[in-house]
């Protein structure tokens, strides 16, 4: 006669008790709560406030689909991304690069350093009329105004995470006789790789302060400018659809950035103390 599995005692004796339902295993149930809410309260109190000083979410819904209508979201939205992806691209390359440098070299930290906490501690704000005095009103400042906005969260996390390298681990990689280009890619980069994604997901935020600064100046195309001209005519729920579009972005590109993290350094994961 087979003897009984452990599922048919616990069956049988009834030691399994029903896990009641909790409102606090739906996170996303919560969230989705939180919106409504807000959005309702938001519709209530923003029909009863001048509409020069403020709107509610349905104008916003009928402005955003006028503007989408019109082509003019779409068109202006093009160009801020393209400026954008332009200098935020250019930031992590060269925030990265040298970031990698100045964790690994003091010589260079040392070089460096003056310059780049000078250059961080100044608001880059400042600098937008001067660039703009140098570079015109055109794409190029826009790239450089976010450039400037993103480079230092990159650079200063990524030389942090390499400082922070085990001495053990790149010992360990020169006892196996590994090159320098192998303990660079194989050992550094991905240790200091939670690092440089931290300074990835602050970039991303300022990256997007810097655009609209820079667009703000200017006040010719994208959604800064969007932003000023209806501002200046007072259309209120217009300017809330670009605020929107701008938080749905940032959002957006910070739920990418998460999800390349957690692609790319799965090992982090297993690690983490919290669940």
Same mark, same amino acid.
């Given at each position: ?83 954008? +992806?332009?200098? /935020?691209? @250019?930031?992590?390359? *060269? !925030?990265?690069? =040298?970031? %990698? ?5 003091? &010589? #260079? ?104 600064? +820079?667009?703000? /100046?200017? @006040?010719?195309?994208? *959604? !800064?400018?969007? =932003?000023? %001209? ?5 259309? &209120? #729920? ?38």
């Amino acid at each position: 006669m087979a003897l009984p599995t452990d599922e048919q005692i616990i069956e049988q004796l009834q030691l399994r008790r029903e896990r009641r339902w909790s409102i606090y295993d739906h996170p996303n149930l919560i969230r989705s709560a939180s919106v409504i809410v807000f959005l309702l309260l938001w519709e209530f109190f923003g029909r009863k406030t001048d509409p020069i000083l403020f709107t509610y979410p349905t104008a916003v819904a009928d402005a955003f689909v006028k503007l989408i209508a019109s082509g003019e979201l779409i068109k202006q939205l093009a160009v801020s991304l393209s400026a954008l +992806a332009v200098g /935020f691209i @250019a930031s992590l390359v *060269l !925030g990265v690069a =040298l970031g %990698l440098v100045l964790g690994m070299s003091r &010589t #260079a930290e040392a070089f460096f350093e003056p310059a780049i906490n000078a250059l961080y501690a100044t608001p880059q704000v400042a600098l937008t009329p001067l660039l703009m005095m140098w570079l015109g009103l055109g794409f190029s400042v826009k790239v450089t105004v976010v450039f400037l906005f993103a480079f230092f969260p990159i650079l200063i996390n990524t030389a942090s995470g390499a400082k922070n390298v085990s001495a053990a681990m790149v010992e360990v990689a020169r006892a196996y006789l590994a090159r320098p280009r192998e303990i660079l890619f194989k050992v550094i980069c991905p240790a200091a790789l939670p690092f440089i994604m931290a300074g990835v997901r602050i970039a991303i935020g300022r990256a997007l302060v810097g655009m609209i600064v +820079a667009e703000l /100046f200017t @006040a010719i195309t994208g *959604l !800064g400018a969007m =932003l000023s %001209l209806y501002g200046n005519i007072f259309e &209120t #729920a217009k300017m809330f659809v670009v605020i929107v579009v701008l938080a749905g972005l940032g959002v957006g590109l910070v739920r990418l950035t998460q999800w390349l993290e957690r692609r790319l350094a799965t090992w982090k994961e297993t690690e983490r103390a919290l669940g």
